[in-house]
């Protein structure tokens, strides 16, 4: 899998030439001027730290949860915020607005609006896209959940809206999440929760890659969960799968696990291995939707022994997918708590980012820093 991180570094190399943030571009050899301040910041980066053909990532809050908060819509409304998604990502991925129920609000009607703006906001920002997602059981709207369509009907409806949406960023998403999360944690297919292979059988799920690809044949399309870091009942299923769709020609690219990890739980200590395993099958890999939450001491503030182990956590995580030659995207779940979906679904349990509430930086965006920087120069 090695030509894979080869071949994706000139297009970094492009996208990296662009500058960050409007009025940061440095200025060309005949300005004469001394390097600004800012330029030695840039080093400090999460993505200028990581080695080429190496993508950093965050989810771009908004939609979701948010909708629930008495805060605007974080993407679009906070200047600090936006600053630090130019700065710091390669790439990006909507956190819910390219799901069905924020794309296709009604059945004859579209709202890209908000995926538009991440997408072009990605583009200025030399930043990559990771779609998110086409195939799913959860945030379906209510016209197709509780519609009453003949299976005809269905078929038809996934293939238009993948067809739309698809076609619409042609060229410009780096990877799909396909399928997100279609077995449960014994490794069974979800044929009740999910509507699609409910009422079309299993088999749309290859159909939907096709469309995909037909769509946009250069983007890489992947299987997305969750609890498939270690080599389990649920990440064999995966595999067993994507065997078969692969030598069937399935436009199967990539596996990739989600990582909302606990200190509650020990570190998967073999996402490595599992990863290599993907790996050998010829397909790329990722870490898409790293967090690592916590149980909040009283004061609500953790102590430091927390935040170290919180930053191993996300240490490991990287590190083994910078040692797994096809994994090039390495996301996390949103960099600040101020946004964090961790405190909104788990009592009790927060502080699972790598930045504060204030945007101040904890062990683990030095601990991830550092580890990047020391691949870049392996
Ligand atoms: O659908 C209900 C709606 O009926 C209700 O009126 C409304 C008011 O409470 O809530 C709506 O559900 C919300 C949902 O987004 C749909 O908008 C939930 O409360 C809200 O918590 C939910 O949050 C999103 C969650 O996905 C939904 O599964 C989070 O913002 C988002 O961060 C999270 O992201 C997922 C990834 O997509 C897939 N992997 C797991 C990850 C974390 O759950």
Redesign the pocket.
Known sequence: MRSLRFATAAVAAVALSVPLVAGTATAGPSAGRQAAPHSEARFDRLRSAAPEGFYVGT?VAG??????QDYPDPFTSDKEYRKILGRQFSSVSP??QM?W?FLHPERDRYDFKAADAIVAFAERHGQVVRG??LLWH??NPAWLEQGDFSKEELRAILREHITTVVGRYAGRIQQWDVA??IFDDRGTLRTQDNIWIRELGPGIVADAFRWVHEADPKAKLFFND?GVESVNAKSNAYYALTQDLLAQGVPVHGFSV?A?LSTRYGFPGDLEQNLRRFDALGLETAVT?LDVRMDLPESGVPTDAQQKQQADYYRRALSACLAVEGCNSFTI?GFTDKYS?VP??FQGEGSATVMTEEFDRKPAFYALRSTLKAARED
Not at 63 to 68: A, D, Q, S, T
């Open positions: 989810a939609g979701g949860h948010h909708l629930e956190e819910n799901k129920e998110h997602t959860s945030q997100n999360e969750y989600q909302h939707e779940w979906w909104v679904f």
